[in-house]
């Protein structure tokens, strides 16, 4: 009967234990899971404590007790919403601090929320983040919420019966500029729904006349880079890290590798101010593309491609002294460099396969089918079907990442709703 309470990170501790965690130093008055300190104003988990008392209940029941209103049979109506409200967090995969810019693509009614805690079935929800809106992440944790649910048993006397759903789920809390909260990035496993996507490091292109170069992160900060302390249209950067700067006009901000910051996007005005050179499938246009075994295009070739052939980029870097972005050939592709586009003439020897919407094209009206992972297998925790629901030819679909895959020779892409489906 003790009460449930939880951290502001929302990982939970019985009321016994934080008892004992409070008459502590405060140096030792702190989570154990997370390790952030309790504050003098306790928070109640109110999900835990009813998820801990239908399981009481049901364990009297399986002992002979008398039959309890919830979770093993028929619950009256009056308990439906706190049944269904009720829901346990099991994490999967540890927290990671992290400092990431996510942009939200998700674009559901009231857009993505924002949570106090992990769970999303009963948290209190502090907001929202619309669609297109962009938002920094300082942690990341994937988890599994068991949600108790309440079904309709086809009666007319307003009975029902509970079930349990569990939904793997990658959440995120947000910078503590933001204030405390997590949302939902995605569902976990390959072939799960996407929330928000991460604005990932890269090399870049200014696109604009010039952007200037500060010292620090923000906009006041000194000038670097030059005389005038800019980067003119058509000049590659390799950016390392990205901030989100919500009180300075909307930006986000990238950190060069060469030392100083300047702006990638002014999301205020809807500008691109440098555009980037994306991971994610290639295909050569050139005679003859060379691959060599370092960033550096003056080592000797490991081999030659012909036009036409597909290779997964991982990352990509800024060559400066050739002038040149050169992109990293997965080692499933044949590992080495190979050069996306040459400043010195403006040529682009590999074509980058664009995301955003298809229309599927089918012969004779079939569906296309969606498969869980992007070998065409099941890669959802703890299995599942390996084919989702196809789409109808003619529709249209959002691709949000693609992938080679060698041994099919296969272009995938994966959809923004969940799954992957073939490309090329």
């Known amino acids: 009967d003790t009460p449930s309470y939880q951290c502001r990170n929302g990982h939970i501790v019985c009321g016994g234990c934080l008892d004992r965690l409070t008459v502590q130093p405060e140096r030792f008055r702190i989570c154990p899971t997370c390790r952030i300190t309790y504050g003098n104003d306790r928070i109640r988990c109110l999900v835990a404590e009813a998820f801990i008392e239908s399981r009481r209940l049901e364990s009297d029941h399986e002992d002979g007790a008398a039959a309890p209103a919830v979770v093993s049979g028929a619950i009256s109506s009056q308990q439906q919403a706190s049944q269904a409200a009720a829901a346990a967090v099991r994490v999967l995969r540890r927290a990671e601090r992290v400092s990431r810019v996510y942009q939200i693509v998700a674009d559901v009614i009231g857009g993505v929320h924002i949570h106090d805690g992990l769970a999303t079935t009963s948290e209190k929800r502090k907001g929202r983040l619309p669609y297109g809106s962009y938002v920094q992440i300082a942690e990341v944790i994937t988890i599994e919420v068991t949600a108790l649910s309440a079904e309709t048993t086809g009666n007319n006397n307003g009975n029902a019966r509970s079930t349990r759903r569990r939904r793997g789920l990658v959440r995120g809390r947000l910078d503590a500029a933001l204030g405390e909260g997590w949302i939902s990035i ?8 996407t929330f928000a996507l991460q604005i990932e490091p890269a090399s870049f292109m200014i696109a604009a006349p010039s952007v200037s170069v500060t010292s620090g992160l ?6 670097l880079q030059g005389v005038d302390g800019s980067i003119r249209a058509g000049e590659c950067v390799d950016i390392v890290t990205l901030h989100h700067m919500p009180k300075q006009g909307d930006r986000v901000r990238g950190k060069l590798a060469t030392g100083g910051w300047i702006t990638l996007l002014d999301a205020k005005n809807g500008r691109e101010l440098a555009s980037p050179f994306r ?13 060599t075994s370092s960033v550096r295009r003056e080592v000797v070739g490991m081999r030659r491609l012909e036009p036409g052939q597909c290779l997964n980029i991982t990352n990509t870097v800024y060559d400066a002294e050739d002038g040149c972005v050169r992109g990293h050939i997965k080692a499933s592709s044949g590992g080495g460099y190979v050069s996306l586009m040459d400043k010195t003439d403006w040529r682009v020897h590999v074509q980058y396969l664009p995301l955003g ?48 895959v060698d041994k099919e020779s296969i272009v995938r892409g994966r959809l923004l709703s969940g799954g992957w489906v073939n490309l090329l």
């Not at 995605?186 to 729904?193: I, L």
């Not at 290639?282 to 005679?287: D, H, S």
């Open 279 to 291: 991971r994610g499938v290639y295909c050569t246009i050139a005679k003859s593309t060379e691959v």
């Open 186 to 193: 995605r569902e976990a496993g390959t072939g799960g729904k």
């Open 218 to 223: 923000t906009l006041d900060s000194a000038r």
């Open 357 to 404: 919407a298809y229309q599927v094209q089918k012969a004779h009206g079939e569906a296309l089918p969606v498969h869980n992972g992007a070998d065409g297998a099941s890669s959802v925790p703890g299995g599942g079907s390996t084919k989702l629901k196809p789409v109808p030819a003619g529709s249209y679909v959002e691709v949000i990442q693609t992938i080679y």
